[in-house]
């Protein structure tokens, strides 16, 4: 648990830690459906009413006492809250269960309008936080409604599907190790497990069904190597094109080379220059809610919409990237899909081979690829050298010569596959390295797919064991300049354990038993099944 708050802290950016304690109310507030949550409020001296900030949290309001002080001191009224069914509130303890619009629950609107009622309160409410506590800001704020002043979010994802089944594929220690470390109910797991489809459970809940809802200001913070990372990028442009009145036009995204942590020198085994020195004030929530909550002509709301890292190769002087750069929309400039294709002869090219050909491998679900890096919570989150796993016989390596040119990719990545299986039903996990001319291989971006949801994430269908099928992966988005002398690889497997659920290839519904089998995978290349990698370069940029 503690880690969990420690990340809160620093994501707030909270610089006095020792200010002098204010009296706090505690209050056990009605929702709709009667369950009460408990809920602190931190009021300044001074006469009301003052302007709010309404923070929701799954991990103990009172380990927020700093925050609500520290807001306090500064002329806000700081209302804390335990969310449904967790610490003082009652309610199931069930994860963001309370947090939206559906079943009778809305407890975030019911808050707000709570608030709102209050004489401390002068009609200007802010939310706050990040994480789990972002996650319930944009169920709030998808719930619709008028009394919400501005939001400031950090590392959260509208769609909670995306981050936890990407592709179809469980990740397992995500989700596991995040519901053990916080003690949700026992059958909280079971809650999200019995929907492993984007179905009807997952479409009511998901934010980005309900953008025209939305009608705040809010900031939007994530990293590239983080667990939401496509989910924050999907918010800012959904509430920046697609929110009502008060919400479109008026986003900020800051996207950097950072895991769940953010403002940071160092992701995994990377140092990034000046990764933790974003160009904007807009990632201080002091300075987005006295924009807003208190009127102040701060500026912040002049400041480019867009502040974005691009990241290039570490250490070697004279580098392109490794840069802040600023943008008006997202994606941030123009880009070329350009495909990079997979050879028979374990090569990269930007030329398509005519010959048809293929690579076969046996995956062992009992003996599965480990995980190394990538967009993790609890497991060694980052860029990290993969040769460890490149030798493995059920990994199968494309290595590019190496580039005669920096190449510069910016924007969402994804793979098209043509593969064949014995199995009914298996997985397919596509990885885009930066091969450093000492041979180091980083990971960049990732993405899997169950093949069984190759057709649509909300219905299954097995696959016909020797056919062949044309399938897409999902990488979500990076930002990258490949040095001169650098070589692009990619990997294409069938397991990442344990950050993701090994697929049992029985074509047995999810978990449904304990039985596995080896599925011998096929990966075509060429011809008309040319199997590639698909590449947003920036326009100008020569593959």
Not at 22 to 31: C, E, I, R
Not at 250 to 278: C, I, R, Y
């Amino acid at each position: 648990m503690a880690r969990f708050t420690l990340l809160l802290i620093l994501t707030l950016g909270i610089a006095a830690l020792h200010s002098p304690r204010q009296a706090v109310q505690t209050h056990m507030l009605p929702m709709r459906d009667g369950v009460r949550l408990a809920t602190d409020v931190y009021l300044p001296d001074g006469e009301p009413p003052f302007p709010v900030i309404l923070i929701r949290t799954p991990y103990g309001k009172d380990s927020l006492k700093t925050i609500g002080e520290e807001g306090a001191r500064r002329g806000y009224a700081v209302v804390i809250q335990d969310t449904r069914g967790r610490f003082a509130s009652e309610g199931a303890n069930l994860p963001f269960e309370g947090d939206g619009w559906w079943e009778n629950r809305a407890d975030g609107v019911d808050t707000l309008h709570w608030i709102a009622r209050q004489p401390w309160c002068n009609g200007k409410i802010g939310t706050w936080g990040g994480s789990a506590l972002g996650i319930n800001q944009l169920m709030l704020a998808g719930a619709g409604t008028d009394q919400l002043t501005c939001q400031h979010i950090t590392v959260a994802e509208p769609n909670l599907y995306q981050s936890l089944f990407p592709g179809g594929v469980f990740k397992k220690s995500l989700v596991e190790d995040w519901l053990r470390a916080t003690q949700h109910a026992p059958d909280a797991l079971q809650h999200w497990t019995h929907h492993p489809a984007y179905d009807h459970f997952w479409q009511a809940r998901d934010v980005n069904r309900r953008y025209a809802r939305v009608n705040a200001p809010a900031v939007h913070i994530g990293g590239y190597y983080d667990i939401f990372a496509q989910g924050t990028i999907d918010a800012f442009v959904g509430y920046q094109t697609r929110g009502g009145h008060g919400a479109r036009g008026k986003q900020k995204l800051l996207m950097g080379p950072w895991a769940h942590g953010v403002l940071q020198k160092k992701v995994g085994e990377l140092e990034f220059p000046n990764a933790d020195q974003p160009p904007c004030a807009f990632h201080d929530p002091w300075r987005w809610f006295e924009r807003y909550l208190k009127g102040v002509q701060n500026g912040v709301d002049r400041e480019p919409a867009v502040v974005y890292y691009v990241m290039g190769a570490v250490g070697e002087p004279n580098a392109l990237g490794n840069e802040w750069r600023t943008a008006n929309r997202w994606p941030p400039l123009p880009t070329r899909p350009t495909p990079l294709y997979l050879h028979a002869d374990r090569s990269l090219s930007f030329e398509k081979p005519a010959r048809e050909d293929a690579l076969r491998y046996t995956y062992d679900p009992n003996a599965p690829v480990p995980t190394l890096g990538g967009r993790e919570l609890t497991l060694p989150a980052g860029p990290r050298d993969q040769r460890a796993i490149e030798s493995r016989p059920d990994v199968r390596v494309f290595t590019s010569a190496p580039l005669e040119q920096p190449l510069e990719v910016i924007g969402r990545v994804k793979a098209i596959l043509y593969v064949s299986s014995d199995a009914p039903d298996t997985d397919f996990i596509v990885r885009l390295c930066d091969v450093y001319p000492d041979g180091r291989s980083y990971n960049i971006a990732e993405g899997a797919l169950r093949m069984r949801y190759r057709e649509s994430l909300s219905r299954e269908k097995l696959m016909t064991p020797g056919k062949i099928y044309h399938a897409e992966v999902d990488l979500w988005t990076t930002a990258i300049v490949f040095n001169k002398g650098h070589r692009l690889r990619v990997h294409v497997t069938s397991s990442s354990y344990p950050a993701y659920d090994p697929n049992p290839n029985t074509g047995e519904p999810f978990r449904a038993s304990e039985r596995t089998r080896k599925a011998n995978n096929t990966v075509h290349c060429g011809g008309r099944f040319a199997s590639c990698v698909v590449l947003p370069i920036a326009r100008g940029a020569t593959p």
